[in-house]
């Protein structure tokens, strides 16, 4: 037999797009979320937002992609996942099933390896959404909100495309909201998290009476939504007995329902 071209291992997990295919994925990527016209609907947004610069994928990823490890109920429920890289930004995912990583993010393995695991708990609630919100009401004690916000707030919100797609969501009658810290000079990694008070229509800084007994978590920054804390819990070590607890309970429960 002749020598077969070499088939990297994890395909076909992941699809690997070059800049051409990549460009291709961002229209795609527009015409499923609208996340950048919704970007461009909200005057802060429209300013912080980084413009996406599709590029060629680093010479190394696919030796890279080696050393992710993906448990069963997440590496056999995302196969077909595009990666697209991009000039400079923040890593994210936008619909349906793609991973957006910056040029240069393959340079510290450590971080290369915790991002496409954060990343990849993102396409995974993408494509099972319904279990996950089951799982959030259950584990989480969190509803999905979709009442309106007073305008004075949602003007100052920062768009995740992680979330864009999915409802606000409440704890104990308080819904976190991200918000810019300077909505005049707006900047992705200036934010901070707010709690609506659905009740009485207020908001302020203070996260809910019990909100860290449960949870543990002293990272407001992960509390905007039920997405971006199940993707904390899962990829970091825990700080506390609660955050333990949770991302235990959390991780039980994945393996049980996608086993
Ligand atoms: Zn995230």
Same mark, same amino acid.
């Given at each position: 037999m002749g020598a077969a071209a070499s088939t990297p291992s994890i395909q076909p997990i992941f699809i690997i797009n070059d800049r051409n295919g990549s460009e291709q994925q961002l229209r795609l990527n527009e015409q499923l979320d609208q996340y950048n016209a919704a970007c461009i609907a909200s005057a802060p947004n429209r300013s912080a937002a980084p413009t996406v610069e599709p590029s060629d994928s680093p010479a190394d990823i696919y030796e890279k992609m080696k050393s992710i490890e993906l448990e069963p109920w997440i590496r056999d429920k995302i196969r077909g996942t595009n990666i697209s890289f991009f000039l400079d930004g923040l890593p994210h995912t936008r619909e349906y099933a793609t991973i957006w990583l910056p040029?240069? @993010?393959?340079?510290n393995d450590r971080s290369f390896i915790k991002v496409m695991k954060h990343e990849a708990i993102h396409i995974h609630q993408r494509i099972y959404g319904s279990v996950w919100k089951e799982i959030y009401e259950t584990v989480f004690n969190m509803k999905p909100w979709n009442g309106k916000l007073p305008a004075e707030l949602d003007g100052k919100r920062r768009l995740n495309p992680d979330t864009i797609l999915w409802p606000l969501y409440s704890w104990n009658n308080r819904v976190p909201v991200m918000v810019y @810290?300077?909505? &005049?000079?707006?900047?992705? %990694?200036e934010t901070r998290l707010v709690w609506y008070n659905i009740a009485d229509n207020s908001w302020n800084l203070a996260a809910p009476k019990g909100w860290t007994d449960f949870?543990? %978590? &002293?990272?407001?920054? @992960?509390?905007?939504?039920p997405n971006e804390m199940a993707a904390y819990f899962l990829t970091e070590a825990p700080t506390s007995p609660a955050m333990k607890d949770i991302a235990d309970n959390l991780l039980a429960t994945l393996r049980f329902k996608f086993s």
């Open positions: 040029y240069h @993010i393959c340079e @810290i300077r909505p &005049d000079v707006p900047r992705l %990694t949870f543990g %978590t &002293d990272a407001a920054s @992960i509390c905007e939504h």
